[in-house]
Nanobody, 121 residues
Framework: VQLQASGGGLVQSGGSLSLSCAAS????????MGWYRQAPGKQRELVAI???????NYAASVKGRFTISRDNAKNTVWLQMNSLKPEDTAVYYC????????????????WGQGTLVTVSS
């Protein structure tokens, strides 16, 4: 199982970016999917997470600006980021939780490789 993230880049403050992450491999089901980020010198933090039934949770710092969505059939999660601020600058990692490769097989969590988002002031 692999998670491939894409869509990072450089944007000016107030701008928008969209991240996507596709899970591939022999996947039977995925539980939560989400995005975390890690800024230089800081710990990795949750940005947004969406359950298989599409319940969503956001970090307080991004609520109202970021929108998470997913397509269960495509094993893909997106993060639409609007009104970006310099403090959003970080490496963004996608996350797939409780990934099962078959019914009754022990689930594992997986991480994507990270994509850099840089917001200039």
């Amino acid at each position: 199982v692999q998670l491939q993230a894409s869509g990072g880049g450089l944007v000016q403050s107030g701008g928008s970016l969209s991240l996507s992450c596709a899970a591939s491999g022999s996947i039977y089901s995925i539980g939560d999917m989400g995005w975390y980020r890690q800024a230089p010198g800081k710990q990795r933090e949750l940005v947004a997470i969406i359950t298989a039934s599409k319940n969503k949770n956001y970090a307080a710092s991004v609520k109202g600006r970021f929108t998470i969505s997913r397509d269960n059939a495509k094993n893909t999660v997106w993060l639409q980021m609007n009104s970006l601020k310099p403090e959003d600058t970080a490496v963004y990692y996608c996350y797939g939780g409780s990934v099962e490769i078959g019914p009754g097989v022990e689930p594992y969590d997986y991480w994507g490789q990270g994509t850099l988002v840089t917001v200039s002031s």
